[in-house]
């Protein structure tokens, strides 16, 4: 049986291990963008979060928006020829 102080250890390395993930991505846009583009559900949680600790003003999904315009912004405002 894990002993309390071990525990305790493996709960301070987790959460230890989370924050740092957490302030990566905060100020680094291009590991954003690479754990948006292979790591689908790490982003969608950072940006949940951000509006979680937002308090309703949705701050992670502006920077979601601001993020996929500036990764794709030329791919989705490229007009799209028309079919005949």
Known sequence: MISF???LIIEASVFSTVYATFVTLRKS???RRKAYENVPS???FY?????F????????TRIKH???????????TSSVPESD
């Open 66 to 76: 601001r993020d996929i315009n500036r990764w794709y912004g030329d791919i989705l």
């Open 5 to 7: 102080k071990a525990f």
């Open 47 to 51: 940006y949940s979060t951000e509006d």
């Open 53 to 60: 600790i937002s308090h309703g003003q949705l701050v992670g």
């Open 29 to 31: 846009e291009s590991t």
């Open 42 to 44: 790490l982003a969608k």
